[in-house]
Structure formats: structure tokens, C-alpha cells
């Protein structure tokens, strides 16, 4: 029998003691009435029923959703994610950490060995204390991000992490082969405007933002930045390929000690790599990003010996 229950995870203080009530009333019609999956639950009907406004029920069922019990589909609203007959005791229901929180600690657990290399949904419902619509996001999005890959027959399969010394080593090394040589393409021709975008994040991390904006911020700027470089020399499968290994580093860079000084020289390269782009002087731009990706590998794997 399942529990619509999911826990780890604190209250919003935006959230108003109203909704979770709300939350209740809905599941509780959705069980008398037999909801089946995929069941299309309307506002409009809602508030009619329950005698209040949009906005609490729309929380209500934003709520539930992060409950895993609704899904969200675009254009055609929520929906139930299980048949209401599945779902169990409904006290204590409470929203779910969000996805991207499971998704970090399901990798970095997978990263520390407390994973086992091939897990099915199940494990990791009872390890979590998730619902299977939840588990089931969470892996698609590490599916796409290549971290995880579905078995032809039950479960799944983690692909590599990058989890060690070499495998970091050997992520700058690729990089360096890639990116130099992206610069130097026949017709290369960067996105002026995107590069703009990219110099004033940098400038804005150098004011300030190094100390304030989180490590996704930080880490996005850096991988804007350098795939924005790639792209210019419009070869899909170069950046594609880039994507992949940044995606695969994420896991590891948000777990890292923020290290101001190095973030600072990192952000004035990257101001000398577009100013030497913007006045299109391609070979010494890409004789400074391979320098500048052998310097980011020598600090980065030192910092993991």
C-alpha cells in the first residue's frame, strides 16, 4: 500500500497553513471518487467544491505535486500520478525535498559508494522515501544528463561520474583537446551578443558575486561562458560533447569548497579569452584557453590528491 507521505523535507514559510488542509481535501475526493492515473483535476471544479479561491487551491495542487502525487503536464494542467486507490495514509503529508536536491544526493551517494553501480526504482523509493513519480523524474533527468542509462530489463545502471583524480584529469585533458581547437574551425564565428551576456556575468562575479551567488551560479557562469566559445564553431557534436562533460562535473563542483582567489583569476581569463575573441585574434585565444584549461587542471585535480 502506498503513502502519498514524502518527508526530508522543511516547510516553505510562503506556504500558509490553508494549503496543506487543502492538499488533504483534495486526495480525499480523488480517493472517494476513484481517480484513476492520469485523471485531470481542474481548478475551476476545485474551487467550486471546496468554496475557496484559485490561488490556494493552485498552491494546493502544487503541493501535492511536489508530494508526488500530482504530475504537471504543459497545457493540460495537473493530473494524478498513481491511481487514488494506491495512495495510503494521508497524515502528515508533506512536499518533497525538490529534484534537484534528490538528484545531488542520490549522486553523491553514488559518488561516496553508498549506491550500488545498478539500482531499480524500488531501491531507491525505500532509501528516499520517495514516491515512484518521483523517483522516476529524477532519473529520467540524470538519464538525459547521461549520469544514468535503463537496463533492457529491470532497473537501471549508473554510468561514470566523474568521482576521481583520473577522471578529472582526464575531463581537463578532453576539454583541452576540444576547446582550443573549436577556435581555430574554418568560419568560426562566436555569438557577439552571447558573449556580452557571458563578460558581464563575469564582471559581475568579480564585483561581488564570487562571495554571494551559490555554487549552480557559479558553476553556470563558468560553463556558459565556455560553451558559448564552443558553439561558434558550429559543430553540434563539440558541444554536445562539452554539455556532457560538464554535466557530468556538476555533481562534483557543487560539492567543492569555494575558493575565491582561483575563482577570481578564473573570471579575469575568461575577460582576456572574450576580449581576444571580440577582436577576433583567434590563434592567441586559443593558445590562452588551452593555458587557461591547463591551469584550471593543475589547481583542480592538485586540490583532489
Not at 99 to 120: H, L, S
Not at 249 to 266: A, F, M, N, P
Amino acid at each position: 500500500m502506498k503513502t502519498a507521505t514524502a518527508t526530508n523535507a522543511p516547510h516553505s514559510d510562503n506556504v500558509s497553513a490553508l494549503v496543506p488542509k487543502l492538499a488533504v481535501q483534495i486526495l480525499e475526493r480523488a480517493k472517494r471518487e476513484d481517480m484513476p492515473k492520469g485523471y485531470r483535476l481542474t481548478e475551476q471544479a476545485l474551487c467550486d467544491a471546496l468554496g475557496v479561491s484559485r490561488s490556494p487551491v493552485r498552491k494546493a495542487l502544487q503541493y501535492l505535486e511536489a508530494a508526488g502525487v500530482l504530475v504537471s503536464i504543459p497545457n493540460r494542467g495537473f493530473q494524478m500520478a498513481e491511481d487514488a486507490k494506491t495512495l495510503g495514509d494521508l497524515n502528515g503529508l508533506q512536499p518533497s525535498a525538490p529534484a534537484e536536491d534528490i538528484y545531488m544526493r542520490i549522486a553523491k551517494d553514488r559518488i561516496n559508494g553508498e549506491i550500488d553501480p545498478e539500482v531499480t526504482e524500488v531501491d531507491l523509493m525505500a532509501r528516499y522515501e520517495l514516491a515512484r513519480p518521483q523517483v522516476q523524474r529524477v532519473l529520467n533527468e540524470m538519464s538525459k544528463d547521461g549520469l544514468v542509462e535503463r537496463k533492457p530489463g529491470r532497473g537501471w545502471a549508473f554510468r561514470p561520474i566523474l568521482s576521481s583524480v583520473e577522471s578529472h584529469r582526464e575531463s581537463y585533458r578532453f576539454r583541452m583537446m576540444i576547446e582550443p581547437l573549436a577556435i581555430l574551425e574554418p568560419g568560426y564565428a562566436v555569438n557577439l551578443a552571447e558573449l556580452e551576456i557571458c563578460r558581464r556575468e563575469q564582471i559581475k562575479l568579480l564585483e561581488g558575486g564570487i562571495e554571494k551567488c551559490t555554487r549552480e551560479q557559479l558553476f553556470h557562469a563558468g560553463t556558459h561562458f565556455h560553451e558559448t566559445v564552443v558553439a561558434g564553431c558550429g559543430n553540434y557534436f563539440a558541444l554536445d560533447s562539452l554539455r556532457n562533460v560538464n554535466r557530468m562535473r556538476r555533481v562534483q563542483e557543487y560539492g567543492t569548497v569555494i575558493d575565491s582567489s582561483r575563482l577570481q583569476r578564473q573570471c579575469e581569463e575568461h575577460l582576456q579569452l572574450i576580449d581576444l575573441l571580440v577582436r577576433g585574434e583567434r590563434m592567441e585565444a586559443s593558445n590562452f584557453m588551452r593555458q587557461h584549461l591547463n591551469a584550471a587542471r593543475i589547481t583542480k585535480v592538485g586540490n583532489l590528491i
